[in-house]
Nanobody, 121 residues
């Protein structure tokens, strides 16, 4: 039905930058939210940033000023530009989207496969 395919991530030194990409494909009628969550080692998954359809964004306090989220609505894609990375940003990053399928009447949550981001000190 729907796939969220992530790309980007990897190993970077403290202060470095990375860009994550996510693209949704399938029988999509509408996407209301696209964003990123992360799960640090031994911790729960947490919101990093998300972009709402009408242009508003929500960004976690821990990454404000260092992260930019953007969406390409026609492509059902989202991007996370991460700068000034810190070791505490090390986590598995998951793309999330709230999607309405052509065959349903409600939005549902979908997740990407996850990508490792490791920031070395």
């Amino acid at each position: 039905q729907v796939q969220l395919v992530q790309s980007g991530g990897g190993l970077v030194q403290t202060g470095g930058s990375l860009r994550l990409s996510c693209a949704a494909s399938g029988d999509i009628k509408a996407v209301s939210v696209m964003g990123w969550y992360r799960q640090p080692p031994g911790k729960q998954r947490e919101l990093v940033a998300r972009a709402i359809t009408h242009g508003s964004t929500e960004i976690a306090d821990s990454v404000k000023g260092r992260i930019t989220i953007s969406r390409d609505a026609p492509k059902n894609a989202a991007y996370l530009q991460m700068n000034s990375l810190k070791p505490e940003d090390t986590a598995v990053y998951y793309c999330h989207a709230r999607i309405l399928l052509t065959s349903t009447t409600e939005f549902n949550d979908y997740w990407g496969q996850g990508t490792q981001v490791t920031v070395s000190s």
